[in-house]
């Protein structure tokens, strides 16, 4: 991350730590001045993360737990607010991940596509014995931008 300002959270790889995640992400973006509708902007980057997390915790580390580490940075020009998920779980092919099929009933699988939606840049890069989920949303009171 190339922004001066990052908040760097090392927690371990459970569901249960969250709302640390969430309440970090509101606490960064409602520092912010002249967002258009923030609330919305907080539980989409929220939503989007926490999948993120969920997929981390349930596939990358599902026999052995172990730890993210989060990146929030927020840039002005343009504005944006960049989330970085560090992991040294097992890796996947984003490639083999199936699209949703809308209309039919499933339980699983809406993550990926979630956070495609949600975020207006969403990358996956898996190195030997690292992996790095990169999601970028853009923000400001002259943004148009997804959900």
């Not at 915790?57 to 002005?76: S, T």
């Amino acid at each position: 991350m190339t922004s001066t300002e990052v908040i760097r959270l090392d927690l371990p790889a459970t569901m249960k730590y969250l709302n640390v995640v969430g309440a970090c992400i509101a606490e960064v973006l409602s520092r912010e001045s002249d967002v258009k509708d923030l609330d919305t902007l907080i539980y989409n980057v929220q939503l989007a993360t926490h999948e993120a997390c969920t997929n981390i915790v349930d596939h990358a580390y599902a026999e052995a737990g172990g730890r993210i580490i989060i990146l929030l940075a927020v840039q002005h020009n343009p504005r944006r607010l960049i989330v970085e998920l560090h992991d040294t779980g097992q890796s996947f092919d984003l490639s083999t991940v199936k699209e949703p099929v809308l209309g039919e009933p499933q339980v699983r699988g809406y993550g990926l596509f979630l956070m495609r939606q949600i975020m207006d840049e969403v990358t996956y890069d898996a190195q030997a014995g690292h992996n790095r989920w990169r999601m970028v949303k853009r923000f400001g009171a002259d943004y148009e931008g997804t959900m």
